[in-house]
């Protein structure tokens, strides 16, 4: 493999061919035109693939209604930037929908690309970016959702996050040194003691760690790194230590030199085989080390001896205290992440009417609101939106998360969202619990609903039922977050989706110490 890792040859697959033929970020000169061909016109390499490299995503199940997917670093956005996000929801009537992502960033749904160029006009003004957010790039970076505002955090990592994104998109117009990676790569950081960016399941990952001072000195906070965490269709890892600690002021700088090995030393002709872990495997952990340290210039230090991930996870569902006396945030549900315009404009006067006019967003697919006096805090708790978006949900629907599914997405097999919607209402009725139980919808073996990180994580697929395909999902479980991370294995195939709510009622009921409400006959 040469350094470059960019030349088109035989041994290539399609999408290295693309890449080489023309760099996606060249199609943001060509807006005006597209939008002025029409999608059909297009051509459809430009419209099914490089518009990916602007956030643009083409999809086969809604034709000429197209998908956007935002940057948000830490998921935090402003008042004024959710209203725009409405407002360009608005415009597409019935089929405009937003999803809130497993990385904390918003899709909007229903766009069309004759009005790209006003949308993108709109984006800038309020300092929006879609830029380098599909296909073979840095996808939006993960942080603390309650970074600043938590006592118990060891660092603020938000600025951290916000400077790795300038520096991966330049600034967030685009960045050529890194649109051409061999594939996606995923990167969060995390200064809490819970884990809440599911650290292991990133291609690149800081995690809080303090180094022993020399001779008495008081301990060094910074972060241990680990690398090579990925869900794919087919193979599943968690991320591994580095055996590498890092200074808060030397974080992007490890991320620029780990990225530049990546794309230069990357694995290209397969592409089932081009995640960071397959290079990791290929070399071996001691030379893909030894070459970061060559791209940085100097050693890495080598890992502290233990990181401070030792809370269970939190869902910052509920009011919380801030460390800024006076203060509160409240974390609120957005059931499986959708909403509306309307739902959109609301969270938007909620946060300015209450707050300091900010929003973020969980990987957990929720919202909360900081800076909530405490003088305030009752009457927004009496706002008629919370009466959907709820800060006490049900067991199950707190927890529930969920991928777009065959809706709007070619790739699930099977439909996701309103099916576990309604799941998870009949069994919320059914039983009674003693615990929170996380279950995780994903539509196909891609994994972008993250079952392998769920207590119960349902994975859709082809099943059979007297002898004709349906629907149906294959059963994960075991899957940890917070401290102790670790992925959950699958228990079960093929289950038809008509018949898996009483098998999932019985896992609730003999692993989770759920029970039949009297009223309940089975």
Same mark, same amino acid.
């Given at each position: ?5 960019t ?12 890449k ?45 209604? @197209? ?8 998921g ?40 790209l ?15 380098q ?9 993960t942080?603390d ?9 060891l ?5 951290l ?6 520096m ?8 050529? +040194? ?7 790569f ?19 990952? @800081? ?23 990925f ?24 991320c ?16 089932q ?107 927004f ?16 629907t ?7 599914g ?19 209402? +009949? ?16 539509g ?20 059979r ?9 294959d059963i ?14 699958c228990v079960?195939?093929?289950?038809p989706?008509?018949?898996?709510q ?9 692993? @989770? ?10």
């Amino acid at each position: 493999m040469t350094d470059t890792a960019t030349t088109t040859t035989p041994s290539l697959n399609k999408f290295e061919k693309l890449k080489a033929e023309k760099d996606g970020l060249a199609v943001k000169a060509e807006i005006e035109k597209f939008a002025s061909l029409g999608w059909e016109a297009m051509d459809e390499t430009d419209r099914d693939h490089r518009l990916k490299w602007l956030g643009v995503f083409f999809r086969p199940v809604t034709p000429g209604k @197209f998908m956007m997917r935002l940057r948000m670093p830490s998921g935090i956005l402003t008042s004024h930037q959710m209203r725009v996000l409405a407002e360009v929801v608005q415009r597409y009537g019935e089929d405009g929908y937003a999803d809130i992502t497993t990385r904390q960033n918003i899709q909007l749904r229903g766009i069309r690309i004759e009005d790209l160029p006003d949308i993108f006009n709109k984006f800038e003004a309020v300092g929006l970016t879609s830029v380098q957010s599909g296909m073979d790039n840095v996808r939006n970076i993960t942080g603390d959702p309650v970074a600043g505002l938590d006592a118990s955090e060891l660092f603020d990592t938000r600025e951290l996050v916000q400077q790795i994104q300038d520096m991966i998109t330049n600034n967030g117009v685009g960045n050529s +040194e890194f649109s051409n990676l061999p594939r996606k790569f995923n990167i969060a950081i995390t200064a809490g003691r819970d884990n809440s960016v599911h650290a292991e399941i990133n291609d690149l990952a @800081f995690v809080p760690a303090f180094k022993e001072g020399q001779e008495g000195s008081q301990r060094q906070f910074g972060f241990n790194v680990l690398v090579g965490g990925f869900f794919s269709a087919k193979r599943c890892d968690a991320a591994i230590p580095l055996n590498a600690w890092v200074a808060p002021e030397d974080v992007v700088a490890v991320c620029r030199a780990i990225l530049e090995v990546f794309r230069d030393r990357g694995l290209r002709a397969n592409r089932q085989k081009s995640r960071l872990m397959w290079l990791i495997d290929e070399w071996g952990l001691d030379k893909f080390r030894s070459e970061v340290e060559n791209r940085l210039g100097k050693p890495l230090i080598s890992a502290a001896a233990k990181d401070e991930i030792d809370w269970e996870k939190r869902d910052h569902i509920g009011v919380y205290k801030q460390k800024q006396p006076g203060l509160n945030y409240v974390g609120f549900n957005v059931p499986v992440g959708r909403f509306f315009a309307d739902d959109m404009f609301q969270i938007a006067r909620l946060a300015e009417v209450y707050g300091s006019s900010e929003i973020r967003m969980t990987v957990e697919q929720n919202v909360i609101i900081p800076n909530i006096a405490d003088s305030r805090l009752a009457t927004f708790l009496t706002e008629p939106l919370l009466e959907r978006f709820k800060i006490e949900p049900g067991t199950l629907t707190r927890s529930l998360v969920s991928c777009t599914g065959a809706q709007f997405c070619n790739f699930a097999l099977i439909e996701t969202k309103n099916r576990a919607l309604a799941m998870i209402k +009949e069994l919320e009725s059914e039983l009674t619990f003693t615990q929170n139980v996380r279950i995780h919808w994903t539509g196909c073996p891609n994994s972008c609903g993250q079952p392998q990180v769920a207590d119960i994580g349902l994975m859709g697929t082809k099943a059979r039922k007297n002898g004709k395909p349906v629907e149906g999902v294959d059963i994960y479980m075991g899957g940890k977050v917070g401290k102790e991370a670790h992925l959950g294995t699958c228990v079960t195939k093929g289950i038809p989706c008509e018949d898996l709510q009483p098998v999932l009622r019985q896992l609730l009921i003999e692993n @989770f110490g759920a029970r039949l409400r009297e009223a309940v006959i089975v």
